[in-house]
């Protein structure tokens, strides 16, 4: 399944948890699927979103590994669905605004739990997920900066076409001396 259906279930599902253990479940799963994302781009996806791409797999990885196995059913883990990306920067936008949600909704488990040992792990997981929001930015960054640049370079040779074959003329159309 595509890398944004994929997301929009995740956010969806999310939206719809009640209670401590189905939100953490719900914030487990958006950090699988962040780094099944991360993971095919550091595989597949341009080369300098590589080394950013594969660092969002390896936080999703310990962010994952915070949260005490939630209860997700067999099967039931979305990450393994993915097939593709096809939009990189729509699905690293997406992948943020669930990133963003799960921190959220794990901020509210933290502040409505007086078990002390949920409420740590919350911390935790909330500070996994706020690192990977930063990885995800950084590569929406680089690929703001590429796009920058490539239209900065097409429109040199835009230019340049009509440049006319001798380059630039400056200054006034006239005459040249001695002719009309």
């Given at each position: 399944m595509e890398a944004e259906r994929l997301i929009a279930a995740g956010r969806s599902a999310l939206a719809g948890s009640?209670?401590?253990?189905?939100?953490m479940a719900e914030a487990w799963q958006a950090q699988a699927l962040a780094r099944a994302v991360g993971g095919r781009l550091a595989r597949c996806g341009p080369s300098e979103l590589r080394t950013e791409a594969r660092a969002l797999s390896e936080t999703c990885a310990l962010g994952s590994a915070v949260l005490d196995h939630p209860m997700v059913p067999v099967g039931g883990v979305r990450a393994s669905q993915l097939t593709e990306v096809a939009d990189i920067a729509g699905a690293l936008g997406a992948l943020v605004l669930l990133l963003g949600e799960a921190g959220i909704a794990l901020v509210g488990v933290a502040c409505g739990t007086e078990e002390e040992g949920l409420y740590w792990q919350c911390i935790e997981a909330?500070?996994?997920v706020d690192e990977s929001v930063d990885r995800v930015h950084g590569m929406?960054?680089?690929?703001?900066e590429q796009e920058?640049?490539?239209?900065?370079?097409?429109?040199q040779e835009a230019d340049r076409e009509y440049d006319?074959?001798?380059g630039v003329i400056h200054g006034p159309a006239g005459f040249v001396s001695g002719q009309p």
């Open positions: 009640r209670g401590a253990p189905a939100v909330i500070d996994a929406l960054r680089r690929l703001a920058r640049e490539s239209e900065q370079e097409g429109g006319g074959p001798f």
